[in-house]
């Protein structure tokens, strides 16, 4: 019963990148070492949408997450027949009847962003999801294993207001706490947490979200 339901659903994995290692960088490099046998083991997973989001950041942040989706972006032209990227709600309907594989564009941090016309330039890349931190702080707000976390700045404020202007997901993942708060208050529009677990099964783990995140994503 629990393969079936899977096979009928639309299943999202929002961290689900084609390879952590060597396959997954040659991919990216040489679409066509991507055989058939590769593409069965994803068929056969059941899973409709795959999140293949990376931590970028650094003084290269903007080149390196240029890079990462430019080099996805290659991969599914050289494979419209198995997969199909992700830019709108639809899309999620439309890879399910075709029997293709999602790809949804997303990285786990927004220090590309150098300007707000950024997040135009880079939806138009085809990103549709950003976290607004990784673990540590960056301009817009706080991470999850910095010593201190006061939220969101106003820059931050500002990055989720155009995010939701233009149809790219704020994710909070790995988010510090007051600053996913933050991100819940400010935006228009549902805010995700992609992949943590709950902090009171693992208490002091700050990549596990308190249950008044919870509460506030619900």
């Known amino acids: 019963r629990c393969i079936r339901l899977v096979q009928e659903s639309i299943v999202v994995d929002m961290l689900g990148l084609l390879s952590i290692g060597p396959d997954g960088d040659r991919w990216m490099r040489d679409p066509d070492s991507f055989t058939d ?46 997969f199909m990227r992700i830019d709108s709600v639809d899309d999620f309907a439309r890879a399910k009847a075709a029997k293709k594989i999602g790809m949804l564009l997303g990285v786990q941090n927004s220090e590309h962003f150098r300007t707000l016309q950024d997040v135009d330039r880079f939806h138009a890349l085809g990103q549709r999801v950003s976290q607004l931190t990784y673990n540590s702080r ?81």
């Open 138 to 218: 960056n301009l817009y707000g706080n991470g999850s294993t910095e010593r201190r976390d006061e939220g969101l700045s106003d820059r931050g404020v500002a990055l989720v207001e155009k995010m939701n202007q233009v149809g790219m997901a704020v994710d909070t993942g790995h988010c510090g706490d007051r600053t996913t708060l933050d991100a819940f208050e400010v935006s228009k529009k549902p805010v995700l947490i992609t992949h943590s677990n709950v902090r009171e099964l693992n208490p002091g783990h700050p990549r596990c979200k308190p249950d008044e995140v919870i509460r506030a994503c619900g």
């Open 37 to 82: 046998k590769d593409l069965q083991r994803f068929r056969d997973s059941g899973i409709t949408v795959l999140h293949p989001a990376v931590g970028t950041g650094g003084p290269n942040a903007y080149e390196s997450t240029f890079w990462f989706l430019s080099g996805h972006n290659g991969f599914i032209s050289a494979h419209t027949d198995a």
